[in-house]
C-alpha cells in the first residue's frame, strides 16, 4: 500500500518537472541550476519521437568554454600511426552519418532517491532523442591509425575548472572520458557537428561533440578538443571518483564505469495528482529506452506494482533509440492510487523492483509510482 509520506515526496517531485518552465535564460526547460546552466526538458516536451533542441536537457559540469571557429581544433594524439590536427572546416569536409540516438543522464530521476542525495536532483526529463549528425568516431580513428596495443580512447573537452567538493580533483581539469577502443569503433558512435539538422548550439557542445549511441551521457564529450589514444586503462577522475558504480565480484564490490543504459520506462501522463474520472478510460502514454539493446514490452499497473498489464509499443524497439508506448486504463475503484511502467529489453533485462545502493546516485532505474487520484 503507498506509504502518505513517499506519496506526497513523489507527488511533489513530478509536478516539480512538469510546473512552469522558467522564463529566463531557457524558455522550454526547467532551471535545475542555472550557472553552470543544469536545465530538464518538461515531461510534456519528451511525448515527440525527436526532442527539439530547444527543449534538450543541458548538463555542464563547468561554465561554458568560449571557442571560436579559427582557432578551435580536434588533436588526434597517443598511440596513433598518424596523429592529427583537424580545424572545423576539415571535420564538415569528412563523410557524414546521421542518426537519431538517445541519451540519459546518469542521474536523471535523482529526486526519487531517499534519503536525499548531493548532486544535481533531476526528475524524469535529463533524457532526450536527437538526429545526430558528422564523421564516425571510427573514421577519424581510422585516419589516423590506432596502434594495436591501444585500450582506451580518451575524449577531452574545452571546458575545465577545480572540482572543490570531495573528493577534489587534482588541480584544474578539462571534462574527460574514455571509452574502450571497440566501443569508439562502433558506428552508432558519431563525432557530432549537427544536432536535429543545425550546427550545435554552445550548450550542447558546439563546435563538435561526442556521441555514445547507447550509453549514459557522461560518455558524450562536448566541447571535444582532444581524442587520446591510451595503452594503459584510462582512470580519470569522471570514471572513478563520478559516474562510477559497485560491481560485486564473488560478494567483494569493485568500482567500475559507468557505461551503457538500461531498461528503463517513464509515464508522461496523465500528469502526477491528476484527478481522474471513476469509469472513463483515460491513456497513459509514456517512453521507454534500453541503451545498446532494443526495448521489447512495457509493463504497466494501475496498483502500485501488485498486478501488470502489457503496453502497447508505437513500433518494433530498436537499440541506441527509445520508444514511445501508450496503455488504455478505465479507473474502476475510486481513491488515491499509483501507476507504474517498466520495461523489458531483448536481453531479457528489466526493472529492478526497489533501488540499488551499490549504483550509488546514478542508473537510477526502479519504476517511479505516479499519483493519481480517481474521483467518484
Ligand atoms: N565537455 C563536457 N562534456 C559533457 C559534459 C560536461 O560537463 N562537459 N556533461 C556530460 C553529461 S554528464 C551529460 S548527461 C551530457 C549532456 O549533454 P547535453 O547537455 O547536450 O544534454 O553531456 C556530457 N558531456
Ligand atoms: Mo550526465
Known sequence: MPDRREFLATAAALSASAGSPAAEPAPGLVVREADPPNLETPLAALASPITPTERFFVRCHFPLPAIDRANWSLAVAGAVARPLKLGYDEMLALPRVTKPLTFECAGNSRVFLTPKVRGVNW???????????????????????VAANAVDVVLEG??????????????????????????????????ATHMNGEPLTPEHGWPLRVVVGGWYGMASVKWLTRILVTTTPFNGYWQTMDYSY??????????????????????????ARAELPRGRAVTIRGAAWAGEQAVTAVEWSADGGASWAPARLAGPGRP???????????????????LLARATDDAGRSQPPTRDGDLRTYQIRHPVPVPVTVRN
Open 158 to 191: 574545452a571546458d575545465r575548472g577545480v572540482h572543490v567538493d570531495e573528493p577534489k580533483s587534482p588541480g584544474t581539469i578539462a571534462y574527460a572520458r574514455s571509452l574502450p577502443v571497440a566501443k569508439a569503433r562502433r558506428p552508432e558512435v558519431i563525432l
Open 246 to 271: 559497485f560491481e560485486r565480484i564473488d560478494g567483494v564490490p569493485s568500482l567500475k564505469p559507468i557505461t551503457a543504459m538500461g531498461p528503463k520506462a517513464i509515464i508522461l501522463e496523465p500528469a
Open 320 to 338: 541506441f533509440l527509445w520508444s514511445h508506448w501508450t496503455a488504455e486504463w478505465t479507473p474502476a475503484a475510486p481513491g488515491p492510487t499509483r
Open 123 to 145: 526528475s524524469q526529463g535529463a533524457v532526450g532523442t536527437a538526429e545526430w549528425s558528422g564523421p564516425t568516431l571510427a573514421d577519424v580513428l581510422d585516419r589516423a591509425g
